[in-house]
Nanobody, 120 residues
Framework: QAQLQESGPGVVKPSQTLSLTCTVS????????WSWIRQAPGKGLEWMGA???????FYSASLGGRLYITRNTSRNQFSLQLTSVTHLDTAVYFC??????????????WGKGTPVTVSS
């Protein structure tokens, strides 16, 4: 059974790059798409982007080209890099597995989330 765990720093300074890693166990990252999703204080869930089963990333346009998602198949991990962070990037960051069938889809397995605060 798939389990996902986020790791990375809890605090990042403004203008720097946030780097997070999601470690997947119980499933191979080559089987489906894997997403990064975040929730800022008082806001709803925001899908940020994903990497598909053959390693191609795709991103929400709302992030202004600041997001990079990569994967390491030998470690069964995928990672997020978010550049030029501001206080608006303060959020709980989740990684999640995408599931789709019969024309519908969603994220069926989630990590517990890791809080990130952008602060000087």
């Amino acid at each position: 059974q798939a389990q996902l765990q986020e790791s990375g720093p809890g605090v990042v300074k403004p203008s720097q790059t946030l780097s997070l890693t999601c470690t997947v166990s119980g499933d191979s990252i080559t089987t489906t798409d894997w997403s990064w999703i975040r929730q800022a204080p008082g806001k709803g869930l925001e899908w940020m982007g994903a990497v598909n089963k053959v390693g191609i990333p795709f991103y929400s346009a709302s992030l202004g080209g600041r997001l990079y998602i990569t994967r390491n198949t030998s470690r069964n991990q995928f990672s997020l890099q978010l550049t030029s962070v501001t206080h608006l990037d303060t959020a709980v960051y989740f990684c999640a597995r995408w599931y789709s069938e019969s024309g519908t889809g969603g994220h069926d397995i989630w990590g517990k989330g890791t809080p990130v605060t952008v602060s000087s």
